[in-house]
């Protein structure tokens, strides 16, 4: 069956503009979480959804946003771009709510110049 | 918050020669996990434990989770180049909605 796959893979984005990542997990998964990796502080949980509702978030300023849909497809959105935010961004869907192994995409690499 | 160190950050050994890394965490944990990420790929899940002293074993791979389920390791033995990338433990916390916290790795090289 397919994995879980992340779009875009690659992307480039100036300070101040905004940015939007998707990630359509396995078939059947209804929990998408979402992890920054940069070298120094490996990976950091952003936040879970299942069932389209937030039930857990990480310590990121509200800049960091995302939502789930009733297919279970989920985004993320990043305002007002900072140099730091250079990252590898992960997606990871699980069938159940906070229990199971994560099956991680490939990630969408951010550089923020 | 809860916290999950692991060390070593970094471990280069010659092939053949043993591994382990370890996780700590700063409060008990219902269960931790252990990932592998290949060089430029992503984690790929290797193990869930659950019990306290659990011991559970995948070929060269030996996982402990520890009696008062705070720590945990990872040992390789007879490492091979094959075994290369970074491994992460990753443990959550007693109650139904902590979330699951990961360690920052340890890099893993393999000389031949």
């Known amino acids: 069956k397919a994995g879980v796959t992340q779009t875009p893979r690659y992307l480039i984005k100036t300070r101040g503009q905004q940015v939007t990542l998707s990630c359509s997990p396995i078939?059947?998964?209804?929990?998408v979480s979402w992890y920054q990796q940069t070298p120094g502080q490996g990976l950091q949980f952003l936040f879970e959804y299942f069932s389209e509702t937030q039930r857990n978030k990480g310590n990121f300023p509200g800049r960091f946003s995302g939502r789930q849909f009733s297919n279970s497809r989920s985004e993320m959105n990043v305002s007002t771009l900072e140099l730091g935010d250079s990252a590898l961004y992960l997606c990871?869907?699980?069938?159940?709510?906070?229990?199971?192994?994560?099956?991680f995409g490939e990630g969408s690499r951010l550089t923020v110049l | 918050g809860q916290q999950v160190m692991q060390i070593p950050q970094y471990q280069h050994v010659q092939e053949g020669e043993d591994f382990t890394t370890y996780c700590n965490s700063s409060?008990?944990?219902?269960?931790i996990q252990w990932y592998k990420q290949r060089p430029g790929g992503h984690p790929v899940f290797l193990i869930q434990l659950v019990k306290s002293g659990e011991v559970k074993k995948q070929k060269r791979l030996t996982f402990q989770f520890g009696e008062a389920k705070k720590n945990s390791s990872l040992h390789i033995t007879a490492t091979q180049t094959t075994d290369v990338g970074t491994y992460f433990c990753?443990?959550?916390?007693?109650?139904?909605?902590?979330?699951?916290?990961f360690g920052k790795g340890t890099k893993l090289t393999v000389n031949p």
């Open positions: 990753a443990g959550r916390g007693q109650g139904g909605s902590e979330k699951l916290v």
């Open positions: 078939s059947g998964h209804r929990s």
């Open positions: 409060t008990t944990l219902s269960n």
């Open positions: 990871a869907s699980r069938r159940g709510y906070n229990t199971g192994e994560l099956f």
